[in-house]
């Protein structure tokens, strides 16, 4: 079976996430101090109690397996070299969530970057083989065999997809998202009523659009 290791440590196994870990009954908290001591195995424990919720979180953002993985790694590995600067004042599920939500925002930067260019390329070439109404044809096709409100939560800024994923995909309360994101939870609730409004309108869109067609 293949497993994700972090560098320090060949021990640190990450299994992957669809596996099933055999639970850990240990007090989190002295797991925790002893992590951050440098003990490598009371690390490896917080990572199997806590992997599978991180790497959901992850898949929810990024909605793809492999970047998932990554980021859940990368997760992982930023947190056990942010041990020392934890303070136990706060919830430890709460600080991982936060650095992996870091960290899927970096990859979803890193992937419009790279997805700018592909997509600048294929433009390019097809519209050297086809011409204008053909490239344009053949996108909106591509579009719409796409899931549908995958597509469309897709299409919304980050900070509003964020809030959607975390409470009603990932059922955490506004407390809990105003500690990851680090904003008020007034904030919060207001992204909130934006996003659902925004996401209505853009599905309210589609089906106008699609009933002119037919």
């Known amino acids: ?6 560098p320090q440590s060949q ?3 990450l299994p992957l996430p669809n596996t099933v870990s ?7 908290a ?12 009371a690390f490896a424990q917080l990572v199997q109690l806590h992997q599978r919720r991180i790497f959901n979180l992850t898949f929810r953002i990024l909605r793809q397996y492999e970047e998932a ?35 899927s925002m970096k990859q979803l930067e890193q992937r419009k970057r790279d997805q700018a260019l592909q997509t600048a390329m294929q433009e390019e070439r097809a519209l050297e083989r086809t011409g204008d109404n053909e490239w344009a044809n053949a996108q909106l096709e591509e579009r719409e065999t796409q899931a549908f ?5 897709a299409r919304l800024p980050a900070k509003y997809q964020i809030v959607l994923i975390l409470r009603h995909l990932q059922d955490m ?21 934006r996003a659902r409004n925004l996401l209505k309108e853009h599905l309210e869109a589609f089906e106008r659009e699609w009933k002119t067609r037919g």
């Open 1 to 6: 079976m293949n497993e994700y290791l972090l």
């Open 173 to 193: 309360s506004y407390e809990e998202m105003a500690e990851i994101l680090t904003v008020p939870i007034g904030t919060i609730k207001t992204h909130l009523f």
């Open 22 to 28: 055999a639970p850990v009954e240990h007090d989190e």
């Open 30 to 41: 002295a797991l925790i101090t002893a992590s951050q001591e440098g003990d490598q195995e």
């Open 149 to 153: 409100v995958r597509e469309h939560l």
């Open 69 to 103: 993985s990554e980021v859940t790694q990368e997760t992982f590995l930023a947190a056990w070299q942010a041990l020392p600067s934890f303070r136990k004042d706060a919830r430890f599920s709460t600080w991982l969530y936060r650095i992996a939500y870091n960290c």
């Open 11 to 13: 021990s640190m196994g």
